[in-house]
């Protein structure tokens, strides 16, 4: 059973569009959320994160957006660069709930493609 | 570069064979990961090492074992590997063992077994 769900495999935008990326989840435990950018042949990078007790979370120009009671989140990137062409995982944690909160839960993934 | 090496970036292994994957950190973290990232699937926990010692192991078979000789180095032993192990391995650190800012990624090892 996937507790983080990243249900389009797959997102094109043109350059300078905005890119929407969503995820839900299941676990009504995780209390912190995180993206991950994805370049081949290189492991994931963070890219932001967000907690529970906010519903914004903005860096240039992602932002990362949760809605609690609808155990949802997206990642909107605006204005879109050909460089943000890449696979993005949505990640998730419980916080400080001892025992295995280090342990991230992911997506699996969805590949945006930015068009020039 | 990261600050998390792993070596080889390519391992093509037959069934019978022995390696072993090889994580590098110097970034003073002190909780090191194992990932395996199959193709459309999400990525899955192997194992966790806080302060050089096994605090998870997600049910992994035994051809796959792990070695954590002190908090820079972590190391996956593969033996008598099958063709579904084939996938990307990656290791990532963390500061402590909890994750809440983010892992630190190496780039992977892309294992194929024949």
């Known amino acids: 059973d996937q507790q983080v769900k990243q249900n389009s495999p797959s997102l094109s935008v043109q350059e300078g569009r905005i890119s929407i990326l969503n995820c839900d989840y299941t676990?009504?435990?995780?209390?912190?959320f995180l993206w991950y950018k994805k370049y081949p042949a290189e492991g994931p990078t963070f890219l932001i994160s967000?907690?529970?007790?906010?519903d914004k979370n903005e860096d240039g120009r992602f932002t990362v957006f949760l809605n609690k009671s609808a155990k949802h989140l997206s990642l909107h990137i605006v204005p879109s660069q050909p460089g943000d062409s890449a696979v993005y995982f949505c990640?998730?944690?419980?916080?400080?709930?001892?025992?295995?909160?280090?342990?991230?839960?992911f997506g699996k993934g969805t590949l945006l493609t930015v068009n020039p | 570069e990261t600050g998390v090496t792993q070596t080889p970036r390519h391992l093509v292994m037959g069934m019978t064979n022995k390696k072993s994957l090889k994580c590098e950190q110097h970034?003073?973290?002190?909780?090191m990961y194992w990932y395996k990232q199959s193709a459309k699937k999400p990525l899955e926990l192997m194992f966790v090492?806080?302060?050089?010692?096994?605090?998870e192991n997600n049910s992994v078979p035994s051809r796959f074992s792990p070695e954590c000789p002190n908090s820079s180095h972590l190391f996956l032993h593969l033996h008598t590997l099958q063709p579904e192990d084939s996938a990307l391995y990656l290791c990532?650190?963390?500061?402590?063992?909890?994750?809440?800012?983010?892992?630190?990624f190496g780039s992977g090892t892309r294992l194929t077994v024949v």
């Open positions: 990532a650190s963390s500061q402590d063992p909890q994750a809440n800012y983010g892992y630190t």
């Open positions: 676990n009504s435990m995780f209390d912190y």
């Open positions: 967000i907690s529970s007790i906010k």
């Open positions: 990640a998730a944690s419980p916080f400080n709930s001892g025992g295995s909160n280090y342990k991230l839960t």
């Open positions: 970034l003073g973290h002190n909780a």
């Open positions: 090492y806080s302060l050089e010692e096994r605090v």
